[in-house]
């Protein structure tokens, strides 16, 4: 079974640092690309950025660009979203998805981990 | 603002049949047709429901279908069922982005 697995619900404070990951299981990590998506409470869903574990190739959407970081370790079959310094505003729901080069849907999606940055 | 507009909410009850529309620009549904449909319910990861504009995953059921016309793309709920309330958002390839895709903002099924 194909599938993306999510590290756990994360409460943090502003200006600190944090790496959440998404491990997937069930295929060819290298051979598809994952991407990171944001959901704000109450809110929609927003594209952040892509990576492509085979060569690491990484995509921003330009409102993400600079203010998080896009990585991967074939060796583990995980990728991850970074931040250096959290913001109040960074509070949300994180989920990653997969995505076949060549085709243009997302699918499976991880289960989402939530970010709470408090002071 | 999202660039896909989606209607906030629709409403059917069960039975009926629903349609959400998801309008776009000439650089993403009207030149592609590469929108997808993701069902999100509340507290749960989205799911693939319609993918390049009326493809169905295996595991989908035949009620859930999609269509496109110009720069709107619609998906279509048949035989609504209590099951089917839900977020549901539509996704674009577009050429107007270095990331390519861009979601509606998303609308809210109530089945009475």
């Known amino acids: 079974e194909v599938q993306l697995v999510q590290s756990g619900a994360e409460v943090k404070k502003p200006g600190e640092s944090l790496k959440i990951s998404c491990k997937g299981s069930?295929?060819?990590?290298?051979?598809?690309?994952i991407g990171w998506v944001r959901q704000m409470p109450g809110k929609g869903l927003e594209w952040m950025g892509i990576?492509?574990?085979?060569?690491?190739?990484?995509r921003y959407s330009p409102s993400f660009q600079g203010q998080v970081t896009i990585s991967a370790d074939k060796s583990i079959s995980t990728a991850y979203l970074q931040w250096s310094s959290l913001k109040a505003s960074d509070t949300a729901m994180y989920y990653c998805?997969?995505?076949?080069?060549?085709?243009?849907?997302?699918?499976?999606w991880g289960q989402g981990t939530l970010v709470t940055v408090s002071s | 603002q999202s660039a896909l507009t989606q209607p906030a909410s629709v409403s059917g009850s069960p039975g009926q049949s629903i349609t959400i529309s998801c309008t776009g620009t000439s650089s993403d549904v009207g030149r592609y047709n590469y929108v997808s449909w993701y069902q999100q319910h509340p507290g749960k990861a989205p799911k693939l429901m319609i993918y390049d504009v009326s493809n169905r995953p295996s595991g989908v059921s035949s009620r859930f279908s999609g269509s496109k016309s110009g720069n709107t793309a619609s998906l279509t709920i048949s035989g609504l069922q209590a099951e089917d309330e839900a977020d549901y958002y539509c996704?674009?390839?577009?050429?107007?982005?270095?990331?390519?895709?861009?979601f509606g903002g998303g609308t809210k099924l109530t089945v009475l």
């Open positions: 996704s674009s390839y577009t050429s107007s982005s270095t990331l390519n895709w861009v």
């Open positions: 998805a997969r995505r076949i080069t060549m085709v243009n849907w997302f699918d499976p």
């Open positions: 990576i492509y574990p085979g060569d690491s190739d990484t």
């Open positions: 069930g295929y060819s990590f290298t051979n598809y690309w």
